[in-house]
Structure formats: structure tokens, C-alpha cells
């Protein structure tokens, strides 16, 4: 049985008086428990949808609610009144009291005289249902309806420590145990703390202390007292360039910042312990308000660099719930998005308020649109999904203060460059922009401009360079023999590190070649591609991750963006389509300073990239084939560059080529 729960209300206009002791106890299975005798007087009165309710003969205190309701019940007092809607919580009508015809007939009355009393006491009624205690007492959900995290059961509540749906308090316990949390069995104490439940907003304000909610970045006194000289070497040392008016000084360390006391918590145990250069410049600039480009290698650290600025900026909003979203972070893919609601969920950990929403396509919309009815702060979408929200007006971007465009140079070309636009137009003038990727071509670089005020542009090592920790082999392979070359590298211990992930540049070649993987090699290969259902593509990201593939056959899908941290070895069977994407795909071989091996195969396919691929990789001391250095569309390219290139100074002027400029002008008018 329940633990006991005191309620000081009139049901359906039944006084206390007419509710006659012992009382009226639920066994939790929809009938009176045993040894209760209920005389045949109340059993008419008491309607048959109460269940569950306990009533004492002096009420003192109304029962405490830990949980929040995700929606309330839309039925009128008609249905609740009719054998269907008499659910019992397992799926059918409850048995616990029978209700004669005479006493239905009699019910609209009294439900009458129910409205009357809920238009004067409407604070008693939203007060009348309890939380429910155990999962058994839960239904199943309706599709579409939010669905509880640990049993599967219809997501009535919103656990506020971690932000996730749960259908009673057992399961919001069992899942605080299972988040280490070690507050499970604290959920089932129903003793009042000041008037507020063990886990309410009000209590996570105080956890985190009222004056954390306003903070505000300033500059630290260990950075303040460097002088010009000392930060000028520090920014030399991790090769961090800037460009902008005004720019903050880098941090060393976190605690330069002085987060609040949660947000430093979850970030150790998320693993973040010393910043890297991209955040160490980023950090400060981004959380004084500015706005930001900034270009750095893959796997840098540009995702915490910018998700922190915006939880504190959004945090900064507090409890109001009438406000929208404070944070847009828009990405090109599905699996970014979720990698980025994945880690900024471990930051807002504790922190009160504080909720996500994920909003990509590929997965059902009614879940998302539920969701944005929970006073979400931070969105984190694809343009395609959330202009179809926008359009059905289930969410406004009037408060937004922050917005965040990751992967720019996708972002805003063609593809994507209009559906950006049209989403900024919802938003305030006055907000803040922060754009990243590691590589911004000049055209793409040049609209980056337009779209910021006064941006601080932050750049770490060689801008559009590869990753310096990944080494790069390039060979010569025609199409015939390439299947056979990434056998020869999967047998070779020194090169093959498992997972191995292989680029390919369409879909039915990663099935095609998973397939050939699989049965030649014998080992557990998998392809991923757009097709794919994304339930499937999740579950393939999550192995990933986990070790469970030793091959993971893809197209562009997993190049970009994602922490790939246990990928040693790339390799791009397909050469990419240019020098941007293979920037970004042999970056998956070298996430946050790990040290990794992309192989690339070329052949004479791939000609139009020669000259670029030899600019790229010759630098760092890498082997390039003879087939490609002796090609003669090499050569060729590397002619027309220097023409440019003497072209370009030809144009310029100075005392030595003034005559020369002359004489060439004075013959081109004598021609025409």
C-alpha cells in the first residue's frame, strides 16, 4: 500500500461529513483495500473514476509534489464519468465501485454544481490529483505523448534534476540511482523542506545559489595583471590569432571564468579539465557578448567553446516562463545535433531551469512540438525542421539572445544559406552570434561578416589547414585495385587500429563495400549513410562510439563535426569532393590532441584536387606518390598558378614597372 497521503477537498459534492469513517483506501489496484467497509450510501455517491484516493478523518497538509506535469487531462466530466474512461491504470475498467443508472442520471448535476465550485476554487482543483507514487498506476502513452525514460509508460512528469520525462516517482528514483545521483530513495519522502519538495526549481535555485543566476564574465586578476608582453607570447605559444577590436585576453584555466559551483562541477566530470587554445580565447570573448568567427582544427574543442556561453547566457533569463528559447544552435546533420544536446545536457546538470529541446528531422515531430511546451531554453535544431516548426507557430524566437551556426561553411552555402537567413529573421536584432568550423572558404567567410556586428575573429594554427595531429598518407590507387588495397591495410597490424572508419562518396558503395568487408575480412563492418532510418543510424553512432564495430563504412554523414575519440585510422576510399571536406573527414583520426592516421587513395580521377592535395600534405613532411608529383595535370596546374601568380604582380605598380605599364597601354589603344 501507498504511503498515506492527506487531502482537505470536496469531491463531486460530497462534504467531509458525508465521507463517513473508516475511510476510503485504495490498494493501489483500482478496488478498496481489504478491511475497509464502504456503507451502500457512499458507494451511490462516490463516482467511479476515483481511485486511488485517501482520505483521513482530520486533514492537516496537502501532499507534496516532487514531479512536474508534463499536460493535464483534456476529458470533460461526462467522459470521466463513463465506463470507458474508468481506466484502472492496466488497460481496462476498473472494478473498484459500481454506479447504478439512477445515480448517472443524477451525475450532470452534479457535475454542475462541480463547475461551480472549480470557477471559485480553481487553485484546490489543479491541487485535487496527486503524483503518482508507483508505475503500475501509470498507462501506456498515446503516440506522440512523452514517453517515461525508465519504463516505457506515458512521460507524465519532468524529473527537474535531470530533464527528463518519467511516470511516477518509482521510476524518477530508479532513475536518479541510475544517474549516480544518489538521491533515490529520497524521492519517496513526502516530509515538506520549507514548503518545497526535495527536488523543485525553487530548491535547485538554492543549491546553486540565487546570485549565481546573474553571472557576468569578468576578467580575472591572475589575467588582468599579464602584461601586453607576456599575453602576446602565450597567444604565439598556442598559436592563437585574433582580429577585432577590444579582444579579451585568453584564460588559462577554468576557474578564470568562475562559473558557478554546478556548471564547474559538470564540467570535470564531463572530463574537461584544462581548456584548450580555441577556448582558452573563445571563453572570454564569447562570454563578454560578443560575436565570434572562429576557425580551428577539427576536434579542437569548438563545441564546449561555444555551449558554455550559452548556458550562462541563458541562464541568465531565470524563470520566466512566459519567455521563449534563449539559445538557437543550428548544424547541418542529425547526429551533430544530438552529439550537442548529448554534452549540453551534462553542463546544465542541476541547473535550475535549464532544459533542451532537439529538433531534426528523421524523427517523429509530435515529440519535439510536446517538448517545446516546457519552457525550453536552448534549442538545438536542423534549419529544415525548425522552419516547419516556425510555421506552424509552435515555437517563437522573440527571446532568443544567442545564436549559434556550427559547421558555417556548410551552413551557409546554397543548401543551406537560405533556410539560416530565413530562421535569423525571427530572431531580435540585438542578439549575439557565434559562428564556427574549420574551414571558412573566402565567399562563405565574406556573408559570415554580414551576419555578426563587430565580430572578434579568433583563428587557431594555419587557417583551412588540416589537423596537425593527424598524419597523412596519400597513395596511388586505380578503382580496380582499391578494394584490395583496404584489405591490405586492414591486415597490416601497424596501420589497423580498430574502429576503422572508410569514406566513401555515395550510398550504395558503402553497402556494396561493408558487404565485401564483412565476408572477405571477417569482420563486424557497418555502413551508414542518409538512408538509413535515423533510430538505425543512432544505434550504428552509439557502437560506434563504444567499440562494438571494428569497420564502419560511411558517406559524409560522419564527417563532420562528431567526437569521434577512439577513431585511430581513416580512410578515404573515395577522395572527397574537395579540399574543405577532406579537411574535415581526416579529422575524424585526431579529436582533442589524440594522435591518429588518415590514408587517402587517388588516381587520375581526382586530377582537378592534385595541385591543392600537394599544397596540403607536402608541408608536413608526408611521402607523395610518383604518379602524382610526375603528372602532367600537375603540372599544368602548377604553371597556371604562377601566371596567376605574375599576373597579380604585374598589376601592382612601383618605380620599376611604371614604364613597362605604359608602353603596354599606349600598344593596346594603337591596336584598337
Known amino acids: 500500500m501507498q504511503p498515506s497521503c492527506l ?15 473508516p475511510v476510503i483506501a485504495d490498494s493501489g489496484h483500482g478496488r478498496p483495500s481489504k478491511g475497509t467497509e464502504v456503507s451502500q450510501t457512499e458507494q451511490k455517491n462516490l463516482p ?6 485517501e482520505v483521513d478523518e482530520e486533514p492537516e497538509e496537502e501532499p507534496v509534489k516532487s514531479l512536474k506535469k508534463n499536460q493535464k487531462s483534456d476529458l470533460s466530466r461526462e467522459e470521466i464519468s463513463s465506463p470507458e474512461t474508468a481506466d484502472s491504470g492496466h488497460g481496462h475498467p476498473s472494478n473498484a465501485t459500481e454506479v447504478s443508472q439512477s445515480e448517472q442520471k443524477d451525475f450532470p448535476e452534479k457535475s454542475e454544481e462541480m463547475k461551480v465550485e472549480e470557477e471559485e476554487e480553481p487553485e484546490e482543483e489543479q491541487e485535487e490529483e496527486p503524483v503518482k507514487s508507483f508505475k503500475k498506476s501509470q498507462r501506456w502513452p498515446e503516440p506522440g505523448e512523452p514517453v517515461c525514460v525508465m519504463c516505457g509508460r506515458y512521460g507524465e512528469y519532468i524529473c527537474d534534476s535531470t530533464d527528463n520525462d518519467v511516470c511516477s516517482l518509482e521510476c524518477k528514483a530508479s532513475h536518479l540511482a541510475k544517474m549516480c545521483k544518489g538521491l533515490g530513495e529520497k524521492v519517496f519522502s513526502k516530509t515538506k ?3 518545497t519538495s526535495l527536488f523543485s526549481p525553487t530548491t535547485d535555485t538554492e543549491q546553486t545559489g540565487s546570485h549565481e543566476l546573474g553571472y557576468f564574465y569578468r576578467e580575472d586578476s591572475f589575467i588582468a595583471e599579464l602584461t601586453e608582453e607576456q599575453v602576446e607570447r602565450v597567444k604565439k605559444e598556442l598559436a592563437i590569432n585574433t582580429n577585432g577590436q577590444e579582444v579579451s585576453r585568453p584564460i588559462i584555466e577554468f576557474e578564470h571564468c568562475h562559473f558557478p559551483e554546478a556548471l564547474s562541477t559538470n564540467l570535470k566530470k564531463a572530463g574537461y579539465e584544462a581548456p584548450t587554445p580555441v577556448q582558452m580565447q573563445m571563453l572570454p570573448v564569447g562570454l563578454a557578448g560578443r560575436d565570434v568567427i572562429t576557425t580551428a582544427d577539427t576536434g579542437s574543442g569548438k563545441t564546449i567553446a561555444f555551449l558554455l556561453p550559452v548556458v550562462l547566457h541563458s541562464l541568465q533569463t531565470g524563470a520566466d516562463k512566459s519567455c521563449g528559447p534563449a539559445s538557437i544552435i543550428l548544424t547541418p546533420t542529425r547526429e551533430l545535433a544530438i552529439q550537442i544536446e548529448r554534452q549540453a545536457k551534462e553542463l546544465i546538470m542541476g541547473l535550475p531551469n535549464m532544459r533542451t529541446a532537439l529538433l531534426v528531422g528523421g524523427m517523429p515531430l509530435p515529440p519535439q512540438l510536446h517538448r517545446l511546451k516546457q519552457h525550453i531554453k536552448i534549442l538545438i535544431a536542423t534549419p529544415g525542421r525548425i522552419i516547419e516548426i516556425l510555421k506552424q507557430n509552435a515555437v517563437r524566437l522573440d527571446d532568443v539572445k544567442t545564436v549559434v551556426v556550427d559547421e558555417v561553411d556548410t551552413m551557409l552555402k546554397m543548401g543551406f544559406q537560405q533556410q539560416v537567413l530565413e530562421i535569423l529573421e525571427q530572431v531580435p536584432d540585438d542578439h549575439q552570434t557565434l559562428l564556427t568550423s574549420a574551414t571558412i572558404p573566402v565567399g562563405t567567410d565574406q556573408l559570415a561578416s554580414r551576419l555578426t556586428q563587430d565580430p572578434v575573429r579568433i583563428s587557431i594554427g594555419q587557417k583551412n589547414q588540416p589537423c596537425a595531429n593527424v598524419r597523412q598518407i596519400v597513395v596511388w590507387v586505380e578503382e580496380p585495385s582499391k578494394k584490395k588495397k583496404l584489405f591490405e591495410i586492414l591486415n597490416d597490424q601497424k ?3 580498430p574502429p576503422v572508419v572508410v569514406f566513401v562518396d555515395c550510398k550504395l558503395g558503402a553497402d556494396l563495400l561493408c558487404e565485401a568487408v564483412q565476408k572477405v575480412m571477417g569482420l563486424n563492418a557497418v555502413a551508414i549513410h542518409s538512408d538509413k532510418k535515423q533510430w538505425e543510424r543512432n544505434r550504428i553512432l552509439k557502437g560506434l562510439l563504444e567499440g562494438q564495430f571494428e569497420v564502419v563504412v560511411s558517406t559524409g554523414v560522419l564527417g563532420r563535426g562528431l567526437d569521434l575519440v577512439n577513431v585511430k585510422l581513416v580512410v578515404n576510399f573515395d577522395m572527397p569532393a574537395n579540399m574543405d571536406e577532406y579537411v574535415h573527414q581526416i579529422g575524424r583520426a585526431g579529436r582533442l590532441g589524440h594522435r591518429g592516421t588518415a ?28 604518379q602524382l ?20 604582380q604585374d598589376d601592382v605598380v612601383t618605380k620599376n614597372n611604371l614604364l613597362d605599364i605604359i608602353r603596354r597601354h599606349d600598344r593596346s589603344c594603337a591596336k584598337k
Not at 8 to 20: A, D, N, P
Not at 48 to 53: F, K
Not at 599 to 622: A, E, H, Q, Y
Not at 629 to 648: D, F, I, K
Open 495 to 497: 596501420l589497423y587500429q
Open 48 to 53: 467511479r473514476n476515483i481511485e486511488g484516493i
Open 193 to 195: 523542506q520549507e514548503g
Open 7 to 21: 487531502y482537505e477537498h470536496t469531491f463531486y459534492g460530497l462534504s467531509k461529513e458525508e465521507i463517513r469513517s
Open 629 to 648: 608529383l610526375n603528372s602532367p595535370h600537375l603540372h599544368e596546374q602548377q604553371r597556371r598558378a604562377r601566371q596567376r601568380s605574375n599576373h597579380g
Open 599 to 626: 590514408i587517402t587513395f587517388m588516381n587520375n580521377n581526382n586530377k582537378r584536387l592534385f595541385l591543392d592535395i600537394v599544397n596540403r600534405v607536402k608541408p608536413t613532411g608526408s611521402q607523395l606518390p610518383p
